[in-house]
């Protein structure tokens, strides 16, 4: 089992709609969350920060974590062409030896116009 | 500003091969890292380092070597080269560490070995 599963995808949308991104997660030592968003070809680039439980929210996008669950969300409101992409869920214990992060495999997202 | 600079940007290898992916960050960061990208894998850890003249092994090590003799600079080497590492090799800093501060990634090099 790996220790970040994430949906694959394709996941295609009509322009302004709803986008639900998730990652279930089994090492309950993960105590910081992020998702990176990638553009075909291009380097992954930081979307959002979240540590422990709850919600964070900047402008369109929400993420969310459930550690009783081990899950975590992003949520993309009023989504736009431009959010084609795809997203990377990434996690990480506190303090491990190489402070590295440990990846979901990622979906891939194409909002249609 | 320009981050995280990885190149070449592509290349095709033989097999028995070697070459250097360079990768240079000017952010002054202490934490560099060496992934690997494979379709529907995700990301792997091939090196990391925590420090100019401190170097580890990640997840997925073999065939690969590192150095770290700078800050700024931080290259991975593939010594003979095999169709396995055929891949999109991202190289990634952080200021303190990727659990605290995330990752600023480089643009990535396309590797074919054939």
């Known amino acids: 089992q790996k220790e970040v599963e994430q949906d694959p995808g394709p996941l295609s949308v009509p322009e302004g709609a709803i986008v639900s991104l998730n990652c279930t997660y089994s090492?309950?030592?993960?105590?910081?969350f992020m998702w990176y968003r990638q553009y075909s070809r291009k380097g992954p680039e930081l979307l959002m920060y979240?540590?422990?439980?709850g919600n964070k929210e900047d402008g369109r996008f929400t993420a969310q974590v459930d550690k009783s669950s081990k899950y975590i969300s992003l949520f993309i409101r009023d989504s736009q062409p431009s959010d084609s992409a795809t997203y990377l869920c990434?996690?990480?214990?506190?303090?491990?030896?190489?402070?590295?992060?440990?990846f979901g495999s990622g979906t891939q997202l194409t909002v249609l116009p | 500003n320009a981050g995280v600079t990885q190149t070449p940007k592509f290349r095709i290898l033989k097999i028995g091969q070697s070459m250097t992916l360079q990768c240079t960050q000017d952010?002054?960061?202490?934490?560099m890292y060496w992934y690997r990208q494979d379709p529907g894998m995700g990301l792997k850890l091939i090196y990391y380092s925590v420090g100019a003249g401190i170097t580890d092994k990640g997840e997925v090590p073999n065939g690969y070597n590192v150095s770290r003799s700078t800050t700024e600079d931080f290259p991975l080497r593939l010594e003979l080269a095999a169709p396995s590492q055929t891949s999109v090799y991202f190289c990634a800093s952080s200021l303190g560490g990727g659990d605290h501060y995330g990752y600023t990634f480089g643009s990535g090099t396309r590797l074919t070995v054939v």
């Open positions: 952010m002054n960061h202490n934490y």
């Open positions: 090492n309950s030592a993960f105590q910081y």
């Open positions: 979240t540590y422990s439980s």
């Open positions: 990434a996690m990480s214990p506190p303090s491990g030896s190489a402070r590295q992060l440990t």
